[in-house]
């Protein structure tokens, strides 16, 4: 079972700890509506396979299937580390439908529902309906008997909220500032809404986040902790690239800012691939529909290395075949000598729209002090 509760985290002093706090598992989706994966999700499957066993040979992982494709899904996930379990959805993003797990430094593990909305509802969202991923968090939380809070009134995603652990939250603003989230809610009373569910006590607003990005520029595609004070940020040196000037500004605002314990915060650039853009391979064979985001040949692909996934011991990062996937991995490498960077190839999930951050959600062990 999974209360619903009716305080709030920060004042039931429960907190959603840094990504690198140990994991008790790893929770995904399992891709299969066919005008979103290419190929009736064939592709897509295999691709979300490679990441499910990079992941599991660090910890364990966890694999939410619809009924159709228990049997397909457990052949493919075949690995001592993963589980599949039956759980329905309407797209596969357990990042944004997915519970934010909470801890509280005593033993104490609960979860916020954010309510989501398909990244816009019916103003700008990326498929229809969303129902069923509205229930996703709930379902979680009761598998691993966990009370719920609920944010009935303020729709968020967890691919736009990433933590350093320690009181600060780093958010993407115009995803919040989109007129399909949260249209009657004003910045403050958003930055009210993260500072009480995530319980933090500063709040860093990055402008804008990758070009072209479907979600309207999830953070989690643009910039992440890699240290309480330190953020990795998405780079390129092409100023005539429209990503430039978007990158360019949240170093400017990054490095002016403080985190919520006074300390300033350092910049690290992590380059981005070359530009990629949908190819007629990759339009061919995603089913017509009315419902899902539309694709078309010469789309600007959003990818992005930043997307990667720290677990226990190790960052599953993004490759592509481009000349700075080993740039990448060689400065987070050196950003964290004691994890492992294993680079799996992505490209598929990046067709879906989002990459390997955004189809992982990390459970923390609660009974490990930060
Ligand atoms: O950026 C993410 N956290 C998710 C991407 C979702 C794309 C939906 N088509």
Redesign the pocket.
């Known amino acids: 079972m999974s209360r619903l509760l009716t305080g709030t985290p920060k004042a039931d002093g429960y907190f959603m700890p840094a990504e690198w706090h140990e994991h008790s598992q790893t929770w995904m989706h399992w891709p299969e509506r066919t005008d979103?994966w290419r190929l009736g999700a064939k592709p897509g499957q295999e691709n979300y396979a490679r990441v499910a066993k990079a992941i599991a040979d660090f910890e364990p992982v966890t694999v939410c299937a619809s009924s159709l494709q228990f049997e397909n899904a457990s052949v493919l996930l075949d690995h001592p580390q993963i589980r599949v379990i039956e759980l329905n959805q309407n797209?596969a993003?357990i990042?944004?439908n997915g519970t934010t797990f909470l801890i509280n430094g005593k033993g104490g593990l609960r979860g916020v529902d954010w309510k989501f909305n398909a990244?816009g509802g019916e103003y700008n969202g990326?498929y229809a309906p969303w129902s069923t991923d509205d229930k996703v968090a709930h379902k979680m939380l009761a598998i691993e008997r966990c009370d719920r809070y609920r944010t009935e009134n303020f729709v968020a995603?967890g691919?736009n909220i990433h933590t350093n652990g320690e009181g600060t939250l780093l958010v993407c603003e115009e995803v919040f500032l989109n007129s399909g989230r949260n249209r009657d809610l004003s910045r403050d009373q958003m930055e009210q809404y993260l500072k009480d569910y995530a319980n933090a006590e500063k709040v860093l607003w990055v402008p804008r986040g990758i070009y072209e990005d479907?979600?309207c520029g999830?953070i989690?595609?643009m910039a992440f902790f890699i240290k309480p004070a330190e953020i990795v940020l998405a780079w390129t040196d092409d100023k005539s690239d429209p990503q430039y000037e978007r990158s360019a500004e949240a170093l400017e605002y990054l490095t002016s800012e403080t985190d919520a314990r006074g300390r300033s915060i350092k910049v690290h650039k992590l380059p981005l691939p070359s530009p990629m853009y949908t190819t007629e391979d990759d339009i061919r064979g995603i089913d017509s529909s009315q419902t899902a985001?539309e694709r078309s040949v010469g789309d600007r692909l959003a990818a992005s290395y930043i997307n990667c996934y720290t677990c226990n011991g190790a960052i599953i990062l993004p490759a592509y075949g481009d000349p700075n996937d080993d740039v990448a991995a060689g400065i987070l490498q050196d950003l964290l000598p004691c994890h492992k960077v294993v680079q799996v190839e992505s490209r598929e999930i990046l067709l879906?729209?989002?990459n390997i951050?955004?189809i992982t959600q990390q459970q923390p062990n609660p009974g490990i002090s930060t």
Do not use: P
Request: hydrophobic share 10%; aromatic share 10%; charged share 35%.
């Open positions: 979103t797209d993003w990042r944004d990244y990326l995603e691919g479907e979600t999830h989690d595609n985001k879906g729209g989002g951050h955004c």
